[in-house]
């Protein structure tokens, strides 16, 4: 069973940068591919970025290509999110997650999940 545990969020203006951390407990991390995905008020839980289990391969959806990296380290058990850029469209909760595959990451599926970390954009 492995616990996730987002942090980093908060207020930003916009054009700003937040860098988001997620550290995992209790199981195998290095296996899993991992991902982050967020949800706005009124809108579903969609993919922001996919890693996959090396850091080797990557995911981004199209809304935050060029502006958003993922990054693992799995000596530390951590995955991070660089958000540079940021805009008002980018306010929502962030949440971080894990395996089974790349494939159900990208199409919103994870086995574990974080509960989550706000971010919020001023314009």
């Known amino acids: 069973q492995v616990q996730l545990v987002e942090s980093g969020g908060g207020l930003v203006q916009a054009g700003g940068s937040l860098r988001l951390s997620c550290a995992a407990s209790?199981?195998?991390?290095?296996?899993?591919?991992m991902g982050w995905f967020r949800q706005a008020p009124g809108k579903e839980r969609g993919v922001v970025a996919a890693?996959?289990?090396?850091?080797?391969?990557?995911f981004y959806a199209d809304s935050v290509k060029g502006r958003f990296t993922i990054s693992r380290e799995n000596a530390k058990n951590m995955m991070y999110l660089q958000m540079n850029s940021l805009k008002p469209e980018d306010t929502a909760v962030y949440y971080c997650?894990?395996?089974?595959?790349?494939?159900?990451?990208?199409?919103?599926?994870?086995?574990?999940w974080g509960q989550g970390t706000q971010v919020t954009v001023s314009s």
């Open positions: 997650a894990a395996g089974p595959t790349s494939d159900t990451l990208r199409v919103g599926r994870a086995t574990y």
């Open positions: 209790g199981g195998s991390f290095s296996i899993y591919p």
């Open positions: 890693i996959g289990w090396s850091g080797s391969s990557t």
